[in-house]
Antibody, heavy 126, light 110 residues
Framework: QITLRESGPTLVNPTQTLTLTCTFS??????????VGWIRQPPGKALEWLAF???????RYSPSLNSRLTVTKDTSKNQVFLTLTNMDPVDTATYYC??????????????????WGKGTTVTVSS | QSALTQPASVSGSPGQSITMSCAGT?????????VSWFQQHPGKAPKLIFF???YRPSGVSSRFSGSKSGNTASLTISGLQAEDEADYYC??????????FGTGTEVTVL
């Protein structure tokens, strides 16, 4: 059974750096095709994808946040870390991490995010 | 990259079928069969209900079906039930390996 849990500060001051931890179980980030995604959702607004980190250390970042985002992993501890610098009140949101797998059939592979954490709410305010 | 365009709201009566769209570009929805759909109830994490345009995860009701034509993907819910009332989001991988979500559709069961 795959589970993920986000943790980190609930309140951050403007200009500070946010670091969130995603602790997972039920899969390994050393398995080919596996990744972890980060997604956020401001109050009352739509989902926004932030980043992926993959089993092979490849990563992808949202172009709009690329200069502020870093995602790393510690496979020995089954943890993934998201760092977002220069926090602003517009970054107030619920932050989710999710398991990214893929289904392959006939040579074609389709990725998916099938299991999500419950999310952690981060408020940016002085 | 711009968010995929979804209608803000769709409604239907119990038992009816509804369809919601997800419009993108040739660089995302139109270029790849990598569209996913998520259902989100208030205060809950999103739940995957479709991926790869038409793959339904185990445990997801067969009343949900997905399709794609050109740069637009669609999700149909048949036999609408009260429990289907939720927000629905599409997502697609892009030509540079990033992901983009849709603007979200609120489904109301009348």
């Amino acid at each position: 059974q795959i589970t993920l849990r986000e943790s980190g500060p609930t309140l951050v001051n403007p200009t500070q750096t946010l670091t969130l931890t995603c602790t997972f179980s039920g899969f390994s980030l050393t398995t080919s095709g596996v990744g972890v995604g980060w997604i956020r959702q401001p109050p009352g607004k739509a989902l926004e994808w932030l980043a992926f980190i993959y089993w092979d250390d490849d990563h992808r970042y949202s172009p709009s946040l690329n200069s502020r985002l870093t995602v790393t992993k510690d496979t020995s501890k089954n943890q993934v870390f998201l760092t977002l610098t220069n926090m602003d009140p517009v970054d107030t949101a619920t932050y989710y991490c999710a398991h990214r797998g893929r289904y392959c059939s006939g040579g074609d592979c389709a990725p998916y995010m099938d299991v999500w954490g419950k999310g952690t709410t981060v408020t940016v305010s002085s | 990259q711009s968010a995929l365009t979804q209608p803000a709201s769709v409604s239907g009566s119990p038992g009816q079928s509804i369809t919601m769209s997800c419009a993108g570009t040739a660089n995302d929805v139109g270029g790849y069969n990598l569209v996913s759909w998520f259902q989100q109830h208030p205060g809950k994490a999103p739940k995957l209900i479709f991926f790869g345009v038409s793959y339904r995860p185990s445990g997801v009701s067969s009343r949900f079906s997905g399709s794609k034509s050109g740069n637009t993907a669609s999700l149909t819910i048949s036999g609408l039930q009260a429990e289907d009332e939720a927000d629905y989001y599409c997502s697609s991988y892009t030509n540079i390996g990033t992901l983009v979500f849709g603007t979200g559709t609120e489904v109301t069961v009348l």
